[in-house]
């Protein structure tokens, strides 16, 4: 009961890429690099381990960002016709690559990482993959011409990758939809579809992750710009309830988001976000279990994981670690309560 996990991305150590960076430079080169992602995925598990985390992740150590991560493994995308161009209906700008040809896997993209967690730990495993929605918000299109086509073109090589990962020894694998906070009318359309085709075959567990994105200043001040009340779920919930994914992962320490529109999840096992990926300030056991208490107003006790709000990618390492520790140690005390 209340077992924990990650959203997915963890800092990454100063020696290997560019500190408190979204899209940070990698400081190392060739063999160098590829070990040092080997040896920054260890450590952070071993963290993870230590502060009781029940289902671990690779902290997304190998990726200069949890979607290009992807796209460098995808045929017909152009890295060096990068433009500038407004994500997340225009929240904030980011310098992307283009879609230039008919997209195919060029090669395998995370067998490294997840044979790597799986060899070093007999924990469940959830590890994370850029949504269609979110892959196509994410990169400029010269090629397809219709965000839907791209869509279902990318969902079928996240399967590809997905049915690989669940063979490499994944228990869970999640799709990472931040998208599906900003179009809201789209999900409905076809978010779900792509994320359904994205998922098809799979065995294992199935989880999305939707939140009001990475503890960034654009994200900061979009969430202060959306009133008392952050009502955006209540458009997608009922869809999610009735879509073949497991487990949704969403934001809720610290949020404006209504408890109650929770109970839109019926049947859905649910990821709630205790850790607030916005604050340097470390969440208490003590205000983790209140929510906890909170949420099971709305969720059956035996439904609830706890989890970060979102990636901790861009934040201070120390302060990530000791987040890690409360998570833990506010699950063992939720459990000693309510358990």
Known sequence: MFQTAIAGSLPKPSWL???????????LEGEALAEGKQDATLAWLEMQERAGIDIVGDGEQSRQHFVHGFLEAVEGIDFGRKVRMGIRNNRYEALV????????????????????????????????????????????????????????AFAELLNEEARALEADGVDIVQFDEPAFNVYLDDVVGWGIEAL?????????????????????????????????????????????AASRIDLVSLECMNARVPLQLLELLRGKDVLVGVIDVATEQVETPEAIAALVEQVMRYVPRERIYLCTNCGMAPMRRDVAIAKLAALGAGARLARERFG
């Not at 710009?225 to 955006?232: A, C, F, I, T």
């Open 196 to 240: 359904h085709r994205a998922a098809a075959g799979l065995r294992c567990r199935t989880a999305v992750h939707i939140c009001y994105g990475y503890g960034v200043q654009a994200n900061i001040d979009w969430k202060a710009s959306l009133g008392s009340e952050w009502r955006q779920y209540e458009a997608i919930f009922p869809a999610l």
């Open 97 to 152: 690559p283009t879609v230039v040809g008919p997209l195919r896997l060029r090669e395998r993209v995370h067998q490294t990482e997840a044979r790597l967690v799986r060899a070093h730990t007999a924990r469940p495993i959830k590890f994370t993959l850029p949504g269609p929605m979110t892959i196509v918000d994410t990169i400029a299109d010269a090629h397809y011409g219709d965000r839907v086509a791209l869509a279902m």
């Open 17 to 27: 890429a560019e500190p408190g960076r979204l899209w940070p430079a990698w400081r």
